[in-house]
Every structure is written in structure tokens, then in C-alpha cells.
């Protein structure tokens, strides 16, 4: 691990790189949104806690995104070793509501997509801890802009 980076940090460095210099790479913006109500995100959080890349599984999550690696990590500093990221989802915790996880955008890598992954399947799996799809998952209530105020009439 290179020194003064965390494990996280690397992470976003490694997800930057590819997206900068691989063309195999797939990011897409979920619209509109994809809210998980908050029973689903509980399941969802607690399996991926549970499917830790550092404990056996492909899962490495935080407050912001949920990454996946195509298998645990092996590295003999307790880093990914040869485990490739497959991809990643961001995510937004306690919004719209306190208990409520949003989905905004989903990356697959080269390395996933030569592996047939796709936006959706990333989705599905993560999604299905909780018992849902990106298919099935509520969406965002876009609402349209306000009206802007109207302009008032000089006084003669």
C-alpha cells in the first residue's frame, strides 16, 4: 500500500484510473434514481457487511459506494492482491429520507465488463440482498421545476 493512502483511498484512485484510461469501462446515471426503502436497505448493508472482501467475500462498501471484486482479497498486506474491481455503485445514505439509501450512478470496469457484467447485473446483486432489482427498486419522484415568478407590472 502506498504510504498516507487508506484502503478507500486507493480504492477511488484505482475506480479514477480506469475510467480515465480504459474504454472497456461502463458508467451509467441511474435516472431517476433508484430509492431503497429502508427494510431493503438494512438486508442490503448487512449483506454486504457480511460479503466483505476481507472476510471471503467480493463486497467492499462505505458511506458513498459499493464495490465489487471479482473474487476476495488475497494481497499478503491485506489488500486486494490479484482481486480485479468489477465495478461500483454510488450511493447516497439518509437520503430522501433518514433511512432510505439512493443509487445515482453505476461504473463497470473493463475487467467487468470482459467478465459480462453489466449496470444491471451490479445492480441485481447488490439490490437482491434486499430483495429487489434495479427493475423493481422505487424510483426518485421527479418532480418539475417551480414556476418562476411572474413578473410584475410596472405601475403606471
Known sequence: MSPGLDTGQLE???LLAAQAYDEGTVTDVIRPAAIMPESAARAVL???ALHDV??????LSSPTSWRRYDRPWNGEDGGAGSAQLVGGIQV???TPTRYEITIFRVTVTSA???D??????LCNEALGFGGLTLATCPRANLRPPPRPFPLQQELS
Do not use: I, P
Open 112 to 114: 467487468g465488463t470482459a
Open 92 to 94: 447516497a445514505y439518509g
Open 116 to 121: 459480462k457484467w453489466t449496470v444491471t447485473s
Open 46 to 48: 448487512a449483506d454486504l
Open 12 to 14: 477511488a484512485l484505482e
Open 54 to 59: 476481507r472476510a471471503g467475500g467480493c463486497w
